[in-house]
């Protein structure tokens, strides 16, 4: 959801790119606290944020669909067949995997800090490697066609 709000603050107001983002899990959820901050801080504000589950017609309507973390990657393919690059390929030419802060700090919920500071860190990425997506957006999508 990150890269869905940092992508179009990046983009040119001009620019006639649609922009999407969904995840691999079909459960209610808020956007929590530490990314709202975050994204207050960007002046992006994200109250109306509607959370949508990935659905094939999503990836093949696509130009360019990407994962955050190898095992969404993973995932995605074992259950669409579509092998996606990661977010770090097209942003910054490497594969380094962004997971969810569930994966990395189990208890999230209760270690606020813990969960803040890892949050903010990959937010931090997904901001820095814009311009980079952005310039390197094209050969993915023509590398798709």
Same mark, same amino acid.
């Given at each position: ?9 990046? !983009?040119? @107001?001009?620019? +006639?790119? $649609? ?20 994204? $207050? ?5 994200? @109250?109306?944020?509607? =959370? ?8 093949? @309507?696509?130009? !360019? ?14 259950? &669409?067949?579509?092998?996606?690059? $990661? &977010? @770090? ?8 995997? $962004? ?8 208890? %999230?919920? +209760? ?8 949050? %903010? ?5 997904? &901001?820095?490697?814009? =311009?980079? &997506?952005? +310039? ?10």
């Amino acid at each position: 959801m990150t890269a869905e709000y940092a992508l179009r603050a990046a !983009l040119d @107001s001009g620019d +006639s790119i $649609l922009v999407h983002s969904a995840g691999l899990i079909d459960a209610p959820h808020e956007v929590v606290q530490f990314v709202r901050d975050y994204l $207050l801080r960007k002046e992006i504000d994200v @109250s109306g944020h509607l =959370p949508k589950v990935l659905k094939c017609e999503m990836l093949e @309507s696509a130009d !360019l669909a990407v994962a955050m973390d190898i095992e969404h990657r993973r995932q995605i393919q074992n259950e &669409f067949g579509i092998c996606l690059p $990661l &977010f @770090s390929e097209v942003a910054y030419g490497t594969e380094t995997p $962004l997971p969810d802060v569930y994966e990395i700090v189990p208890d %999230w919920r +209760s270690n606020e800090i813990a969960a803040r500071e890892y949050g %903010w860190t990959v937010m931090d990425t997904i &901001f820095d490697g814009m =311009p980079g &997506f952005i +310039s390197r957006m094209p050969g993915f999508i023509n590398d798709r066609l």
